[in-house]
């Protein structure tokens, strides 16, 4: 019992007026027959505690009265549990351990060094920007359970709005009126092409290269960014671009533009997990570079999130640097 002297003291200096007990018991008289419990001493148990003796001796002949019950047999030589004394003091004891529990549990929360953090993502590459800085985010704060799910921007946002997640990371910048928004980091953006496409030999193709291919985009993750993003580019011409939208997942999607089926968009990070059968090449009149926003609640005032966000600013940096 040694171990909890520390917690007898600071509980005791701020709980003196607090009571339990349908306000019948101070819950200091309850922290000090604790100590006596640990020293057997009134002297000793009342150093500890940082109060006088006397304080100790008047608490815990006063929680006896309440009780009815003789906790501590008092001798010449100190004082000794009584049987009824022994299981009080156990169980009360066990009451400091979870309260002890609590307090620090509740402390690491609000630093942001533990509970959970639920991520909505559109889809995660090894070694990318957004792999890195959950890898990193997770080895700095170990007590922070990361939960993911995918889904698509506006999935994301609805989650989001609905409390079910606490972020989303999702392709574009973006305004709303009842959520934060925060550019994260930026990939370029790249054309993805069979390798015996006629475009593959060159180092970089253009939109006027890619206008009259047809494009293909996934309904989930990304796709409907993608689509629109080939709307907006192509706008304006002659035709309208030729855009397939399929129910499948990114592998699926690559096997399909390796077998000829059409070309497809992607970002930079993508080169990392290259698919057989695919050149990747950059849009060289694309001028600015994708942007991957967060985007959470403004009631969220999570100390992990912002941690996150602190970790994310260090790498950007660190990026832009190199």
């Known amino acids: 019992m040694r171990r909890r002297s ?28 604790l100590a006596v419990a640990e020293y057997l001493n009134f002297r000793h148990a009342a150093t500890a505690l940082g109060v006088s003796q006397s304080s100790v001796s008047a608490r815990i002949k006063a ?23 022994t299981h009080f003091v156990e169980l009360i004891a066990t009451g400091i351990d979870q309260l002890d529990h609590a307090v620090k549990t509740a402390g690491m929360t609000a630093a942001g060094e533990c509970g959970r953090l639920r991520i ?26 990361v939960e993911m ?10 989650q989001v ?30 054309a993805a092409l069979p390798v015996d496409h006629r475009l593959a030999e ?18 989930g993750g990304t796709g409907p960014q993608v689509h629109d993003h080939i709307v907006l580019r192509l706008a304006g011409r ?25 070309i497809t968009l992607l970002g930079a990070a993508s080169g990392l997990f290259p698919a057989a059968g695919v050149a990747l090449r950059r ?8 942007v991957f926003s967060a985007i959470w609640s403004p009631h969220n005032r999570s100390a992990a999130l912002q941690n996150l966000f602190a970790l994310a600013g260090e790498m950007s940096r660190a990026t832009q640097t190199a």
Request: proline share 4%; with cysteine; glycine share 8%.
């Open 283 to 290: 849009i060289t009149d694309e001028l600015d570079p994708i």
């Open 63 to 85: 929680l006896e009265e309440e009780l009815g019950i003789l906790l501590f047999e008092r001798t010449t030589r100190g004082v000794r549990l009584t049987e009824a004394g």
């Open 202 to 219: 060159q180092p970089g193709v253009t939109w006027d290269d890619l206008a009259a291919e047809q494009f293909l985009v996934r309904r």
């Open 120 to 145: 909505g993502v559109h889809g995660l590459i090894a070694g990318s920007f957004l792999d890195n800085l959950l890898a990193g985010y997770r080895k700095s704060h170990p007590g922070i359970a």
């Open 149 to 158: 799910t995918e889904a698509t921007a506006r999935d994301a946002v609805v």
């Open 161 to 190: 709005r609905a409390c079910k997640i606490d972020l989303a990371f999702v392709v574009g910048a973006f305004e709303l009126p009842d959520c934060h928004s925060r550019p994260i980091w930026t990939e370029a953006l790249m």
């Open 238 to 262: 002659w035709s309208q671009p030729t855009i397939r939208r399929f129910e499948v997942e990114r592998g699926t999607l690559l096997s399909m533009v390796a077998q000829g089926f059409g």
């Open 6 to 33: 520390n917690l007898f003291s600071t509980i005791n200096r701020q709980c003196v007026n607090s009571t339990l007990l349908g306000s019948r018991i101070p819950l200091a008289s309850l922290i000090q027959t």
